[in-house]
T-cell receptor
Framework: NAGVTQTPKFQVLKTGQSMTLQCAQD?????MSWYRQDPGMGLRLIHY???????DQGEVPNGYNVSRSTTEDFPLRLLSAAPSQTSVYFC????????????FGQGTRLTVV | QQQVKQSPQSLIVQKGGISIINCAYE??????FPWYQQFPGKGPALLIA?????SEKKEGRFTISFNKSAKQFSLHIMDSQPGDSATYFC????????????FGAGTQVVVTP
């Protein structure tokens, strides 16, 4: 049982480059989300989705795009990378019910130079 | 501005000692309060969670205490072990919005032998 799978694990980008962080889950969860983790700031919600075709912004959405064409996949796109986007990115999935556990991927460490 | 404030930022405890981490929240719509444990290079994983209709929940060596009137909750790790060395995040989510969490900034716990 793979759970939540993120690729790549590490990435270095130059300022202005674009890339897509991949996230896939095999638990048939309705809810998927992207967080970024920065020292001293915990995990901050970037974007989330409550089902295929439905996405919404979280706390820090600027500079990121998402789409949800299937239940399983929720890619995060950086349109024009900036050094401020250097962070560790986590994808999470859960059932869309109250009091639910979120399952996290292993993370993608992104460095923008 | 973080809606969930966590302290301390780090703590060192001797093996067998008690680790205590505190969190406070502002939003009275929050009604689910999980704690996540994160080891280096891994994604967070659910440790224990509580709802505000109980004041305490215990699972093994881990206990959550909850004070609804003060809008505070805490994690106690009894008989701390070196394997408990990790970063701990408190979180909160509102009812009917399963999966959408506000996280605290995290506490790095180091248990010395």
């Amino acid at each position: 049982n793979a759970g939540v799978t993120q690729t790549p694990k590490f990435q270095v980008l130059k300022t202005g480059q674009s890339m897509t962080l991949q996230c896939a889950q095999d638990m048939n969860h309705e809810y998927m989300s992207w967080y970024r983790q920065d020292p001293g700031m915990g995990l901050r919600l970037i974007h989330y989705s409550v089902g295929a075709g439905i996405t919404d912004q979280g706390e820090v959405p600027n500079g990121y795009n998402v789409s949800r064409s299937t239940t399983e996949d929720f890619p995060l796109r950086l349109l024009s990378a900036a050094p401020s986007q250097t962070s560790v990115y986590f994808c999470a999935s859960s059932r869309h019910v109250a009091n639910t556990e979120a399952f996290f991927g292993q993370g993608t460490r992104l460095t923008v130079v | 501005q973080q809606q969930v404030k966590q302290s301390p930022q780090s703590l060192i405890v001797q093996k067998g000692g008690i680790s205590i981490i505190n969190c406070a929240y502002e939003n009275t719509a929050f009604d689910y309060f999980p704690w996540y444990q994160q080891f280096p290079g891994k994604g967070p994983a659910l440790l224990i969670a509580i709802r505000p209709d109980v004041s305490e929940k215990k699972e093994g060596r881990f206990t959550i205490s909850f004070n609804k009137s003060a809008k505070q909750f805490s994690l106690h790790i009894m008989d701390s072990q070196p394997g408990d060395s990790a970063t701990y995040f408190c979180a909160a989510s509102p009812a009917q919005v399963g999966g959408k969490f506000q996280f605290g900034a995290g506490t790095q716990v180091v248990v010395t032998p």
